[in-house]
């Protein structure tokens, strides 16, 4: 890639943009940096220039303004070749032909079976899946504790993890034997550690994987969605094979790693909130209340990649130039004192009003599977809390390491002890 970004970094060490950590070694200080720079802010991306978005009325407005595009090919680094496939986040936002990379009427077209295999008619038929998943996989643990000399266990690996991998992978029709291979490889490709010759094979180690699926799904449909991205409906025109790929290849990403997010970061709050804790278990306020603070607390995604300017678009006294990239930083917006409130900072389940959040996003690209993630959460938690009450980490807050991932809100692993 050109580096034509120097002015960016020059800015950037005298008060400039602000910086994105690849490495997220302190997340919450960047959050801060972030709403403090305003509700639209200049930042820098592994060396490449972009505005984020940080105020959730900002971020409301612009979610739904057509000039702003998922195409590729409307950011202007791109287009003068400044950008190039060897930036490691390309392939977040160059990531095949789906409904995550296209808007208007062909995101509807390729966005309406994913949301009809996702009803809540559906999701209420799947629930015992879900709930079984939950108890074989909540055994695993209590047998990891009994076998591990110090009674530590990671919830991550063990429980929180593949638990949405095995219900994603039943949707889609994933043969379980498969999960392992695609945890390994849906991590490796967010890392910021993997080098971009290898991150870039993955994709195509995913794509072939994917392909092959959708082949056997062709010559033998099943009851599952990618059977029914198959399947046109009469009269309706077939989606090609890159479609369906893409959108397997995005759907199985954010199916399963937002979960895992939205499970350990509702632990990790309630574990470091013990009050709170006692009041959810005691039955005082409802998980329901707790997943949504935690939606908006501690947001699964940090910054969601990237939208593009068709044309100038003025937002008080700044201007979203033509060609710029926008991201939509969702941890910063969760965080915003002027919706949120002064203590927008504080984990905090008995908030007199409603959470309003937009951890999956809003408008026509609002996140497909939130109904999902909500439930899986919904079932897992209280049955974790049901099975161990006294679970508690097996490390200080301090110590728990987030993955190298800028786009997702994840640990490395959580040591727990499943009985206090």
Known sequence: MNCPHAAAREAASSGGPVVIDPLVQDLDGETARLRDAGPLARI???????????????????????????????????????????????????????????????????????????????????????????????DALAEQGEKSENGVVDLKSVFAQPLPMRVV????????????????????????????????????????????????????????????????????????EEEVVGTLKAMVAAGHETTIGLILNAVRALLT??????????????????????LRWDTPTTHLLMRFATEDIRIGDDVIAKGEGVVISYRAIGRDIEHHGADADDFDITRPAPIRHMTFGHGPHICPGAALSRVEAGIALPALFARFPGLRAAVTDEQVRKLPVMTQNDMEAFPVLLHG
């Not at 789906?98 to 629930?127: W, Y």
């Not at 490709?189 to 994917?210: G, K, N």
């Not at 959708?214 to 399947?231: G, H, K, Q, Y």
């Open 273 to 294: 909130h013990p009050d709170q804790l006692r009041r959810v278990l005691d039955g005082e306020i409802p998980w329901e209340t707790v997943i949504e603070e935690t």
């Open 169 to 240: 992978g039943m949707l889609m029709g994933v043969d379980e034997a498969e999960h392992p291979m695609l945890m390994r490889r849906y991590k490796a490709f967010f890392s910021m550690l993997t080098p971009q010759e290898e991150r870039l094979a993955l994709l195509a180690e995913l794509d072939v994987f994917y392909a092959a699926l959708v082949r056997e799904r062709t010559a033998r449909p099943a009851d599952d969605l990618t059977s029914a991205l198959i399947l046109a409906e009469e009269g309706g025109e077939p989606l090609t």
């Open 44 to 138: 820098e991306l592994l060396g490449v220039p972009a505005l984020t978005v940080t105020r959730h009325a900002l971020a409301r407005q612009l979610l739904v303004d057509p000039r702003l595009v998922k195409d590729l090919d409307a950011w202007g680094l791109w287009q003068r070749g400044e950008v190039t496939h060897e930036w490691p986040l390309i392939g977040m936002i160059d990531a095949g032909r789906s409904m995550f990379t296209v808007d208007g009427a062909e995101h509807r077209r390729l966005r309406t079976k994913t949301s009809q295999a996702l009803t809540p008619r559906r999701l209420e038929e799947i629930r015992p899946d879900i709930e079984k998943f939950t108890e074989e996989l909540l």
